[in-house]
């Protein structure tokens, strides 16, 4: 398949080798720092452009990766009548690319992207189309790239990028707290990382909550309030303690 790249960030750079070492052509990589979509083209085999009017007309399909504010805006600079304009948002709806193409669609990568790691294998990929048929396209391309992948509503897709903050940036935060109050005690992080990857291992698409213990599971009132008494210092964390404790407990009732 014929493709072109528009942006030159985390998720552009890994769709764009993973499609590229798939044996799929990339056209060209369209960036506003040339020298960034120098460097994507260069590892993708295509060619580098800075100017909206140089983007080719002849791709089977135009990958859109940029920022959810920088989407909203994108119909003033590109128009691809009847091309397939597809973009990898999770929360921005499908409508956005209304004005730029009559085709489009959302290739959305469940996924955290960073582009100083490695990209994950098997990322889960959820599909909407304004065209049915071109549902079908996009599942080819994604299993061609060795990824599942679901056509769903613009709900479900929100919803799921819902559901991907309370697996992902939630409990990197809760991570953060842990690591200052490892440094507040002199105890090296790694002490942690076996029990932070235990957990992580135990998930297996089953219900996570079989596997939920502690304090306020127990409703052990003693300890949850010796916790508390530490994070006299901390009033935001003692708070979010108390909160999330108290949906554990709320949890807890329900499935009784």
Same mark, same amino acid.
């Given at each position: 398949m014929k493709l072109v790249l528009i942006?030159?960030?985390?998720?552009?750079?890994?769709? @764009?080798?993973?499609?590229? $070492?798939? @044996?799929?052509?990339? %056209?060209?990589?369209?960036g506003r720092d040339r020298q960034r979509a120098a460097h994507l083209a260069y590892d993708t085999g295509a060619a580098p452009v800075s100017d909206w009017?140089?983007?080719r007309s +002849?791709?089977? %399909?135009?990958?859109?990766?940029?920022?959810?504010r920088a989407l909203t805006g994108f119909k003033?600079?590109?128009?691809?009548? @009847?091309?397939? %304009?597809?973009? &990898?948002? @999770?929360?921005?709806? %499908?409508?956005?690319?209304?004005g730029v193409s009559e085709r489009t669609g959302v290739w959305y990568p469940l996924q955290s992207i960073r582009g100083d790691q490695p990209t994950p294998h098997k990322i889960p990929f959820?599909?909407?189309?304004?065209?049915?048929?071109d549902s079908v396209l996009l599942r080819e391309l994604s299993e061609s790239i060795g990824c599942p992948s679901q056509?769903?509503?613009?709900?479900?897709?929100?919803?799921?990028?819902?559901?991907?903050?309370?697996?992902?940036?939630?409990?990197?935060?809760?991570y953060s707290i842990a690591y200052r109050l490892t440094e507040e005690n002199k105890v090296p992080f790694d002490f942690l990382l076996p029990l932070l990857q235990e957990?992580? +291992?135990?998930? $297996?698409? &089953? +219900?996570?909550?079989?596997?939920? &213990?502690g304090p306020a599971l127990r409703n052990d009132t003693v300890t949850l309030q010796k916790h508390m008494d530490l994070l006299k210092s901390h009033a935001g964390w003692q708070e979010l303690y108390a909160k999330m404790s108290a949906a554990i407990a709320d949890l807890t009732q329900k499935a009784e």
């Open positions: 942006g030159t960030g985390n998720i552009s750079n890994a769709l @764009g080798r993973l499609l590229a $070492n798939a @044996g799929h052509q990339v %056209l060209q990589v369209y009017k140089a983007i +002849d791709a089977d %399909l135009y990958i859109t990766a940029i920022s959810d003033e600079k590109l128009q691809l009548p @009847g091309k397939f %304009l597809v973009h &990898t948002a @999770g929360s921005v709806p %499908l409508n956005v690319l209304e959820l599909i909407q189309t304004s065209a049915p048929e056509v769903v509503t613009e709900s479900v897709r929100i919803n799921m990028h819902h559901a991907a903050v309370w697996v992902n940036n939630f409990p990197n935060l809760l957990t992580a +291992d135990r998930q $297996n698409g &089953t +219900d996570p909550w079989k596997w939920q &213990t």
